[in-house]
């Protein structure tokens, strides 16, 4: 049986987006340093399981959001889906954060929200009652 270890990120400031998620999530820094042949810098944040990775390359300046293209461009990040146990108290976490949660939905077997993050990343938050 395969198991998904991790996803790798560009984003412009890897540690802040690292302690946004361990807030949200409990989550913890698993390593951080330069990324391969020093091409800028990784942050790897999770559980012992599974992590993201969040990285910048040399000049976080280049990381320009493109926006709303993920859902048409091959290959783009859609989004990160995260299952938590108290989805109330993650979206309150989310909004004391300054993020805005939204489409909000009651589905079988579950509930969620999505926000997108100081990077425009969307991030979907759900919960399995």
Same mark, same amino acid.
Not at 50 to 76: E, L
Not at 91 to 120: I, N, Q, W
């Given at each position: 049986?395969? %198991?998904?270890?991790?996803?790798?990120?560009?984003?412009?400031?890897? /540690?802040?987006?690292?302690?946004?998620? !361990?807030?949200?999530?409990?989550?913890?820094?698993?390593?951080?340093? %330069?990324?391969?042949?020093?091409?800028?810098?990784?942050?790897?944040?999770?559980?012992?399981? !599974?992590?993201?990775?969040?990285?910048?390359? !040399?000049?976080?300046? %280049?990381?320009?959001? /493109?926006?709303?293209?993920?859902? %048409?461009?091959?290959?783009?990040?859609?989004?990160?889906?995260?299952?938590?146990?108290?989805?109330?108290?993650?979206?309150? /976490?989310? /909004?004391?954060?300054?993020?805005?949660?939204?489409?909000?939905?009651?589905?079988?077997?579950?509930?969620?929200?999505?926000?997108?993050?100081?990077?425009?990343?969307?991030?979907?938050?759900? !919960?399995?009652?």
């Amino acid at each position: 049986m395969a %198991q998904l270890e991790h996803v790798n990120i560009t984003v412009s400031d890897p /540690k802040r987006t690292a302690a946004m998620l !361990s807030d949200l999530f409990g989550w913890h820094t698993r390593w951080e340093g %330069q990324a391969m042949a020093g091409l800028g810098y990784t942050v790897h944040v999770g559980t012992a399981d !599974s992590y993201i990775a969040v990285y910048s390359g !040399s000049d976080p300046a %280049q990381t320009v959001p /493109k926006a709303d293209a993920s859902y %048409q461009t091959r290959g783009g990040l859609n989004h990160i889906g995260v299952v938590v146990d108290d989805l109330d108290a993650v979206e309150a /976490k989310v /909004k004391a954060l300054g993020f805005e949660a939204h489409s909000h939905a009651d589905y079988e077997p579950g509930r969620r929200f999505y926000f997108h993050d100081a990077d425009g990343v969307e991030i979907e938050v759900v !919960s399995y009652d």
